[in-house]
């Protein structure tokens, strides 16, 4: 098994997807919402590239959910808040459609992979029980964010790599994982912490949504696996 990670939404390439199973990361804060989403009961998350898309496919089984550069949307029910989203009980059985400035993107342009999943630190372990159940090659991708390398989604990634490494001592890295399973080594013990110091995450603060980031920046609370199939992202839970 090989791992390749990827730094930002524009360098992912035909390679890093092609029969490979793929993990989109993107902490801060898509992928936490969704985890968080299909935690709540949502039965689905529906990633979309824009909000003309996503209010387009509103309907009285759905919640229209999303954010532009941190913003919340304009006729959306919510902005891209997980913690806020955790709060809710009332959406059992509803759908959730998503769009968002970099995660529902990089969902977008990886959906060709073999499996596609969505990780974060919420779920890291889970993910990569699944990763390795597929035995295919996996590609680590960071979304990051407005086009740069966001350090939040390079520290999950480091993360999963050192679980792998844990698991099947013979898999092979890009020099990229390496660094980053090294870097989430060094600066494991700040989390939650440090995410306040990163880019998005002092965009995030600057904006209010300090528990956000507290809360994205929880390891391996949740034990389930989104998963794309057919444009829906699904849970499941690995065995
Ligand atoms: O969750 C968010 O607010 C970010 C916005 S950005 O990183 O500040 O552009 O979007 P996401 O797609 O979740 O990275």
Redesign the pocket.
């Known amino acids: 098994m090989r791992i390749d990670t990827v730094a930002t939404l524009e360098d992912i390439k035909n390679e890093h997807i092609d029969n490979r199973t793929v993990i989109v990361i993107?902490v801060?804060?898509?992928?936490s919402?969704i985890v968080t989403a299909l935690e709540s009961g949502f039965t689905s998350v529906i990633p979309v590239k824009t909000k003309t898309e996503a209010l387009a496919m509103r309907s009285l089984n759905s919640i229209v959910s999303g954010?532009?550069?941190?913003?919340k949307l304009d006729g959306f029910d919510y902005?891209?808040?997980p913690s806020i989203l955790q709060k809710k009980t009332t959406h059992t059985g509803k759908e959730l459609i998503l769009t968002?400035?970099?995660?529902?993107?990089?969902i977008e342009k990886a959906a060709s992979a073999n499996k596609l999943l969505i990780g974060c630190f919420l779920n890291a372990s889970s993910c990569i029980k699944e990763a390795i159940n597929q035995n295919r090659n996996l590609t680590l991708y960071c979304?990051?964010?407005?086009g740069e390398f966001?350090l939040e989604d390079g520290l999950a990634a480091g993360l999963m790599v050192s679980i792998i490494r844990t698991r099947v001592p013979s898999t092979e890295t890009c020099d990229f994982s390496k660094a980053m399973e090294t870097c989430y080594l060094q600066l494991a013990k700040r989390l939650p912490d440090i995410l306040f110091s990163t880019i998005?995450g002092k965009?995030?603060f600057e904006?209010l949504?300090s528990e956000?980031i507290k809360y994205c920046g929880q390891v391996d609370i949740s034990n389930i696996v989104p998963i794309l199939i057919e444009n829906r992202i699904v849970s499941i839970h690995p065995s």
């Open positions: 993107d801060l804060r898509a992928s919402t954010e532009w550069h941190g913003k902005n891209n808040s968002t400035t970099n995660g529902t993107r990089a979304a990051g964010t407005r966001a998005t965009r995030l904006n949504n956000d």
